[in-house]
């Protein structure tokens, strides 16, 4: 009996005008058995598109005449390659778009490799169904679910981002008349965090380190808040904005931001320390959270709308993110009031912040409390 033949590796392109990218990319997939070449712009994948690629992995955003929905047209147009969409912003109007004239999937940066190689491998695997069926009907139909799919995740991921659990999206396709409402009173609570003197650093150092460090910092934290129930509502700079409490129903959504908050504290300290160890500038984050009543809903238009949450409270979430240290969590004092009996709390002097009408008494939350049993 005759051994089974090896299949060819697939061959894929990356086109991203960052070195740093290319070179992360490339030796990920390489590491994975697939075949690589790289192209540093839209002009240059466009006069390698002729060497029989089964997959273009391409930025949406480069200098020069050919950006990524233009390379996603010529590749369609040129042959049977399949793209995959590489974008940095968390609206994702322009890559729905891509995703509607041709292009297979999208990942937004910052992306680990397990999502860069789950996506890879999820369209190699459609390519080599396709041609085990050989019959345009049924690959058809099989698109046509896929994108059918897709598109109710879309719905999730343009108004939540990427970093969505299973959980929220679950409810969100269960409950599609509180995702589209237009706006409803409800008690939430804002975490914010924000790297602390980000800006002379990314100064001192190359840019592919500042990415590098960047990205580490914003997955310790998004895991953080993924793991006690909140979600991420959007990236600020070198900050983010996490929610709890919507559009997920928690009643003990101000203790769960607390102990994301330890936690990503705990987790970027950790980080820093092994920054240190390697010669490399360690770097802290510091945290702002507040509860209180916001209006949260969907903002927008049918066409283009985000989830989000409006209010003072979150104003003043995002005010005691601004004044905390490197490596503290301020609180306002909803969030004091809602957690005092389980954290230990450290009270603070009363803040007058920008912005914000009277003075504010702000809280350390310091950690959990030690039961006496």
Known sequence: MKPAEKKP??????VDDE?????ICSQVLRRAGFEVSTASNGEEAVGRLHENWDLVLTDLTMPGTVDGNDLVWRTRASGNADVILMTGYPALDTAVQAIKGGAFDYLIKPFSVDTLLMAVKRCVDKRELSHELAREKILREELDQAYTALAKME???ETFGQFVTPEVAEYV???PQDFWKRGERKVVTILFADVRRFTPFSARVQPEEVVQALNDIFVLVIDAVQREGGILNKFIGDGLM?????PLPNADHAASAARAALRAQEAVKTLSESRRQMNLDPLQIGIGINTGEVVAGCIGTKDRAEYSVIGHAVNLAARLEGVSAPGQILLGPETGKAIEADFELREMMILNLAGITGPVRALELIGKKISDS
Not at 9 to 14: D, F, H, P, Q, S
Not at 19 to 23: A, N, W
Not at 242 to 246: E, P
């Open 155 to 157: 719905e999730v991921r």
């Open 173 to 175: 396709l269960a409950n």
């Open 242 to 246: 996490a929610l709890f409490g919507a």
């Open 19 to 23: 070195s740093g990218i290319l070179d």
């Open 9 to 14: 590796a697939a061959r894929i392109l990356v």
